[in-house]
């Protein structure tokens, strides 16, 4: 027997013998209705295929339950991680995860911004640009909606989660001081703050251990393909005559990726054993440092905490905007853990 079809709410409402709102009700939260009502609705959805439009529900709601999503680039692991973890927290919540990548690009990201608000989204966990962001299109989705950056903070008072660079930083460059040569810092270009942030820990870091901090400025225009940017720095370095030293600590785990490739294309050998050339230690703990040959030393940034917090702040400026009170918590940051894996 065909099931039937309805082309709208108020059919498929009157179809079932009940009112419309009763029937929004129970497609919000099942619980909220008398169970009698409850297996009458069910019943009828049974014998029938309707489904409910829930998007074009939610953008009839003064405040809908959609949420947006805007990330740099879908390519690097660490944001694909993140954002996974996002929507499954938003999810569990009872909300929509729309997800928009800029792709690196400053233009991309505004109309990301317009978009966002198009789709009526009740607040965005953003991870911005940094340096090439339009401040005014961070700006007016700020004054729309409630707004929590990850990753990277926006100028301004936006609410943010994020690692804590300085205390990362000081705990891979103690360890490799502890376990060997002190490292050279391969600088990363400065996209967002994290670079200098990471930066400054080495250097202060160096300093308190006794040791003269060195940085090898990243000679190439700012890039976020990171692994290609360590690969030819690596090259770089190696033609000028060679490692001047042998522990190399790379700003984030791409670049460190692209260092261990060329390294081991020029004959080198990666680790911390007896008859290794060179020990290479990374920062963020992508999905697949501990997939590299040989696998990568790093620091872990708590990604399922990042995930979690950003959900929490952001439902939290939705609910205090809602109510008109003030949230008690601003900014969130969350400490990082030493991975040891076989490269340093």
Not at 60 to 85: A, C, E, H, W
Not at 148 to 157: E, I, K, L, R
Not at 317 to 326: A, N
Request: aromatic share 6%; with cysteine.
């Amino acid at each position: 027997m065909a099931k039937k079809s309805y082309k709208s709410m108020d059919d498929f409402a009157a179809a079932s013998g009940v009112s419309r709102p009763t029937l929004s009700k129970y497609f919000d939260d099942p619980s909220q209705i008398k169970e009698v009502t409850r297996k009458r609705i069910e019943a009828a959805l049974k014998k029938s295929n309707f489904e409910p439009n829930l998007f074009a529900r939610h953008l009839n709601r003064k405040r809908t339950r959609n949420i947006g999503i805007l990330v740099p680039t879908m390519s690097d692991p660490f944001y694909v991680q993140v954002v996974s973890l996002i929507e499954l927290e938003l999810r569990d919540k009872g909300f929509w995860p729309f997800q928009i990548s800029s792709h690196t690009r400053p233009e991309l990201e505004a109309e990301a911004v317009r978009t966002l608000l198009s789709l009526k989204v009740a607040g965005a966990i953003v991870a911005p640009l940094g340096a090439g962001s339009r401040r005014s299109a961070l700006e007016r989705l700020k004054d729309a909606i409630p707004v929590v950056c990850f990753d990277n903070p926006a100028s301004g008072d936006l609410p943010y989660v994020g690692n804590d660079n300085a205390q990362s930083m000081a705990a891979i460059v103690q360890y490799l001081c502890r376990s060997g040569e002190p490292p050279i810092f391969l600088e990363i270009p400065h996209l967002t703050e994290n670079a200098g942030e990471r930066q400054a820990s080495y250097r202060a870091t160096m300093a308190r251990e006794g040791h003269a901090p060195m940085v090898i400025d990243c000679d190439a225009p700012p890039s976020w393909e990171f692994e290609r940017l360590g690969y030819e720095q690596m090259q770089r370095i190696l033609a000028r005559g060679g490692l001047p030293g042998k522990t190399l600590l790379c700003a984030n785990d791409r670049f460190a990726f692209g260092a261990m490739a060329a390294a081991f294309a020029s004959g080198l050998k990666i680790g911390r054993g007896d008859g290794c050339d060179v020990r290479i230690a990374g920062h963020d703990d992508h999905p697949l440092s501990r997939y590299t040959c040989p696998s990568l030393t790093t620091m872990a940034q708590n990604a399922p905490e990042i995930a979690a917090k950003s959900v929490e702040l952001l439902l939290a400026h939705i609910e205090s905007e809602d109510e008109g009170t003030t949230p008690s918590t601003n900014r969130v940051i969350l400490e990082a853990t030493l991975v040891m894996r076989d490269s340093a």
